[in-house]
């Protein structure tokens, strides 16, 4: 029997690590290409892309992994029933729970591992993914002078170039605004030819400048008056340096990211969420004594007597009607206000509520794509079993169709629980739920040899059916 669960071990090992590197590449390459606007275009160099992809494929690892499981199961027991070994084994009088044993095992083991790199290592390649991802939007462009634009990504210098040779150092008729002293185009530089180049590991880029003039202003640019006058002087070479500091990457610190609930594991995510739900708590506690200003008690003078004078019915009748209008208005204007403030304190509310549900969802999102993995195996498995079709056919179209029924159903599941229409762990928990009966009716079909999921089945039944309607 060890050498049975060795072949059905190699057997499944192989497709899997296949599987999971496909997955991972695709999940990743979408997932990037989200920024891909962000990243291009700034110079960032092959280690800053190479830190940002090792980054996010552990992030993208827990959700790759029950759609690797699936497709891996699919192909290795699709292939053991298409070239007969299933059945072989079978006909040794080794049932079917039996030939999933070590597999089994396997996944159990897979699974724990998962979740254990899912709450450890995962909050920590965030930390580092998305604070890198922040300082890489904030670099500037890397620099790129076109031809005929001017140019303003240098701090206090607009730079024009009529046309760049095409090794891209030489340059023909430059124009070079200078505003680095605080006043507006208080120097201008014009020259027929130049060169650019960089120095000191692209720390500073050098101009030099052939044949040309530049013109200074002596005033302090504001307003200038009829004596004040340009400066001209003629060169026949000048060279200008400008530093480069402003487009070097910087990088922020990662303690200013940490708390965001991707970047905490379970226990400080706990903390979060008790701390949110207490908060809530004590807000609609809160809520009734908060409220009781708005509500006063207005006593009108309904008297016959005013200023000591007894007053006539019609008289009575105009100051009862004032009072009531006065009444009116008064109790209108509380009810606005008791309004406003009851809807903006429940909305306060509901967002605490709200962010104590979305930090709950991260807690109970690390057990449930743990738990993804074996219900997956258990679809999967089984699955191929029946089929007996392996090679990437068949199961990719089935394992494309679980995935996305499982993703569909916990982005409900997430959506429900997040604005509390659910509790948290019943929303989170439906996909799984959802899927593992089907896991184990796949299995108890596979039991019993059942060929109502095999394709001859579905042929020969249409075949039937169309002979029966001839």
């Known amino acids: 029997m060890k050498k049975l669960d060795k072949l059905i071990l190699k057997s499944f090992i192989g497709p899997f690590i296949l599987t999971f590197a496909v997955v991972e590449f695709i999940l990743l390459t979408q997932y990037m290409l989200k ?12 280690n800053v892309f190479a830190e940002l992809l090792f980054y996010f494929s552990l992030n993208m690892a827990p959700l790759a992994m029950p759609l690797a499981v699936l497709l891996s199961a699919l192909m290795t027991f699709g292939n053991l029933g298409e070239h007969y070994e299933l059945t072989a084994i079978k006909t040794s009088g080794i049932a079917l729970p039996r030939i999933l044993r070590p597999l089994f095992f396997f996944v159990v083991v897979l699974s724990v591992g998962a979740f254990f790199f899912n709450n450890i290592v995962v909050p920590k390649a965030n930390l580092k993914a998305y604070s890198l991802l922040w300082d890489i939007r904030q670099k500037k462009p890397a620099m790129n002078i076109k ?23 030489s340059l023909v008729d430059v124009m070079i605004y200078d505003h680095s002293r605080g006043a507006s185009n208080s120097r201008v530089i014009l020259a027929d030819s130049g060169e650019m180049y960089t120095q000191y590991n692209d720390t500073y880029l050098v101009l030099d400048l052939y044949d040309g003039v530049s013109y200074v202003d002596q005033g302090d640019g504001s307003f200038r008056s009829t004596n004040e006058q340009f400066v001209r002087q003629r060169f026949d070479e000048s060279k200008i340096v400008f530093s480069l500091s402003s487009f070097d990457l910087s990088r922020t610190r990662e303690e200013y990211f940490s708390e965001n609930k991707m970047m905490k594991n379970i226990n400080q995510l706990v903390v979060v969420t008790d701390s ?40 009575v009748d105009k100051e009862l009607a004032v009072v009531d209008e006065g009444i009116a208005s008064l109790a209108t204007n509380k009810a606005r206000n008791i309004k406003s403030f009851t809807g903006s304190y429940v909305e306060r509310i509901r967002a605490t509520l709200r962010d104590a549900n979305n930090y709950e969802i991260e807690i109970w999102r690390k057990y449930t794509q743990s738990a993804a993995i074996l219900i997956m195996f258990l679809i999967g498995a089984p699955l191929g079993a029946i089929i007996k079709k392996g090679g990437l056919g068949v199961p990719v179209l089935i394992s494309i169709t ?37 896991g184990l009716f796949f299995l108890n079909q596979a039991r019993h040899d059942s060929n109502l999921l095999e394709v001859d089945f579905w042929s020969r039944l249409s075949k039937r059916f169309r002979k029966d309607t001839i």
Do not use: H
């Open 35 to 46: 920024y891909l606007d962000e990243l291009v275009g700034k110079d960032l160099g092959i």
């Open 147 to 169: 031809e005929g634009t001017f140019y303003n990504g240098l701090p206090g210098y607009s730079i024009k170039v009529n046309k760049k040779m095409n090794e891209g150092r």
């Open 276 to 315: 949110l739900r207490r908060q809530g708590s004590k807000e609609q506690e809160r809520f009734a004594p908060s409220v009781d200003p708005f509500y006063s008690y207005f006593k009108a003078d309904t008297s016959s007597m005013k200023n000591g004078l007894r007053l006539n019915d019609k008289e």
């Open 402 to 438: 679980f995935f996305i029924a499982m993703y569909v159903m916990t982005i409900l599941g997430e959506k429900w629980a997040r604005e509390g229409l659910i509790p948290v762990g019943v929303g989170m928990c439906i996909a799984n739920a959802v899927l593992l009966p089907i």
